[in-house]
């Protein structure tokens, strides 16, 4: 009776949990997976699609075998949800690749490019006709982990400035040596002999 009970039990509750689980992690993996594809990361992407998949196959099967428990659906959607969020605050942590910051100075921009360049960041000023009259331009291109950094500098030395920030697939910069170094022999073997 006690074993009927406990399979019972697993079916109602376990199962669900488990599908849940799936879902947040295959999810959590899909939206990484998203995320390196559209930062050129050729590597990781079809290693974290060939989990995603994996694991969406047991979710999936589990489901379906069990189509009598409503439990199971609300599980399945439960997981997706919390997948995503997940998914992107991991990304959010590992602040991957570089960004493009864009600085228009309502002031004197020189004591803020000055503390740029000392951390040793590339920075390129143009002057500009803004709506109330002259501004600077400031354009920088950092790793994505520096971000606060960078804004901590404007909020000190220019806190009117309007800033954007975009993301950067690819840079040029001779400053940023470890993108060339970025590339495996697996990348390289994925890209083939192209000239």
Not at 21 to 37: E, H, N, Q, W
Not at 134 to 141: E, G
């Amino acid at each position: 009776m006690s074993e009927l009970f406990a399979s019972e039990a697993f079916t109602l509750y376990g199962i669900p949990l488990l599908i849940c689980l799936a879902r947040i992690t295959d999810v959590s993996i899909g939206t990484l997976r998203i995320i390196f594809v559209s930062k050129g990361l050729r590597l990781w992407a079809p290693i974290l699609g060939f989990f995603e998949v994996s694991i969406w196959l047991m979710a999936i099967s589990k489901v379906m075998a069990n189509l009598t428990n409503p439990i199971n659906y609300i599980a399945y959607a439960l997981g997706f949800s919390l997948g995503n969020y997940i998914g992107m605050f991991i990304e959010s942590r590992l602040a991957l690749g570089m960004v493009v910051i864009r600085i228009i100075t309502k002031k004197d921009s020189h004591h803020l490019v000055s503390a740029l360049r000392s951390l040793r960041y590339s920075v390129t000023v143009t002057d500009a006709e803004g709506n109330a009259g002259s501004v600077n331009i400031i354009f920088t291109v950092i790793k994505r982990s520096d971000i606060e950094k960078v804004r901590s500098l404007i909020g000190t030395y220019n806190p009117q400035a309007v800033y954007s920030i975009e993301d950067v697939r690819h840079a040029s910069d001779p400053t940023f040596p470890m993108e060339e170094k970025k590339h495996s022999l697996f990348s390289t073997l994925f890209r083939g002999n192209r000239r």
